[in-house]
């Protein structure tokens, strides 16, 4: 996708040898900026302090995490456990998005084979740079089963269709293309007017800086509302449909996404409107059948006690509660799949429900 008309991914490599770059997201949108992951270290706190974020992009960072660990192997005894700690690390940066571990361990498999450092150091070049693609690749497939969704509705309603959406799940977190956007910007492209509600998403406010900041670089037009808005926008109907992301999805249909989706889904229920989730086969856990299951990160609390922005000079950080107010700060929770109307994959739109999901993907069971 573009940023100031330049096409842009949320991770890459270049050079020889290669460095692997990102956008550091915490500075969006009031500053773009780009930084180096040169070390192990580096790759576990991008991932922690959300300079990346995302389930598809926190899982290529991860894949290109291991080759990251390669390049800065000196001398050492037992290479493959040396290897085998480096990526247990990484995987464990997060705990609630499948891909990270999920990417690591491809990556981890695939230089296995391989006899020396130099081999390995390549094949996981290879691997990290084929996962970044692939994910790119199952955006712009969503894209495209997501957009007759889209269409049906503007052929029935005749104007602008109203979609809302929570949180990011855009190409920022996702490579390129995005998950929950990869409908809309297929919508926009084949000329179907769209219009997005971008819920603010507290605490860290991913929709208000990051998906407003990436619609405007695709001239998608969009308003942002704070996150209690939803239920009275579709009380108005004034939503013609949800879409967001997933950061973990079961083999029957629950939904692990950014704090407040719950909410969204059963606003959306009680209106009749349709509500989907759109994530890439790399988001679903095989081996967890029941949303309880799903581990939900619980993060700083200061990220509910402050509020980052910009004063229109300096960017920093306000106190909003009582210093001494203790808080809690869940970054997710679990919507559960009777209240999905469909998932939007790389293979095709489905009921959330476990058979529905093996007759997309029956070589996974």
């Known amino acids: 996708m573009n940023v100031n008309g330049k096409p842009t991914r949320g991770i890459w490599h270049e050079g ?52 990251v660990a390669l390049r800065n192997v000196n001398e050492c005894k037992d290479l493959n456990a040396h290897i ?18 999920w990417a690591v361990n491809e990556v981890e498999k695939r230089i296995a084979g391989e006899k020396g450092l130099e081999q390995k150091t390549r094949a996981a070049l290879e691997a990290a740079s084929g996962i970044a693609d692939a994910e790119a690749d199952r955006c712009r497939a969503i894209g495209r089963h997501g ?25 920022l977190a996702c490579v390129d293309v995005g998950t929950a ?40 037009p969009h308003t942002v509302v704070v996150d209690n808005a939803g239920g009275h926008l579709m009380q108005k109907g004034q939503v013609d449909m949800c879409i967001v992301g997933s950061d973990r999805t079961t083999t029957t249909g ?18 009749n409107i349709p509500f989907y989730a759109a994530l890439p086969s790399s988001t679903i ?23 980052f922005g910009t004063d229109g000079v300096c960017l920093t950080e306000v106190l909003v509660a009582p210093e001494k107010s203790p808080a809690l700060n869940p970054a997710f929770d ?28 029956p070589e996974k069971f």
């Open 147 to 171: 957009l007759p969704l889209i269409r049906e509705i503007f052929e029935r309603v005749q104007r602008p269709v109203n979609i809302l959406t929570h949180c990011n799940a855009g190409w």
């Open 181 to 220: 956007t990869a409908p809309i910007y297929a919508a926009h492209e084949a000329g179907i007017p769209v219009h997005v509600w971008v819920d603010e998403t507290r605490p860290l406010n991913q929709g208000a800086r990051l998906t407003a900041w990436e619609l405007l670089q695709q001239g998608v």
């Open 334 to 361: 679990v919507t559960p799949s009777r209240l999905v109307t469909g998932l939007i994959t790389e293979r095709g739109v489905c009921p959330a429900d476990a058979l529905s999901i093996k007759k997309l993907f």
């Open 254 to 271: 629950d939904v692990a996404n950014k704090i407040g989706t719950y909410l969204k889904a059963l606003a959306a229920r009680d209106n």
């Open 16 to 67: 020889a040898p290669a460095r692997v770059r990102i956008i550091d997201q915490r500075w969006l949108p009031h500053r773009f900026e780009t930084t180096d992951l040169a070390t192990v270290d580096q790759v576990i706190k991008a991932i922690q302090v959300m300079a990346v974020r995302g389930a598809p992009l926190i899982g290529a960072t991860g894949a290109y995490g291991v080759y």
């Open 285 to 307: 856990d095989w081996q967890i059948d029941d949303g309880n299951m799903i581990p939900v990160e619980e993060r700083n609390p200061d990220e509910v006690r402050q509020v």
């Open 84 to 101: 085998r700690e480096q990526c247990r690390a990484i995987a464990e940066a997060r705990p609630t998005a499948v891909n990270l571990a």
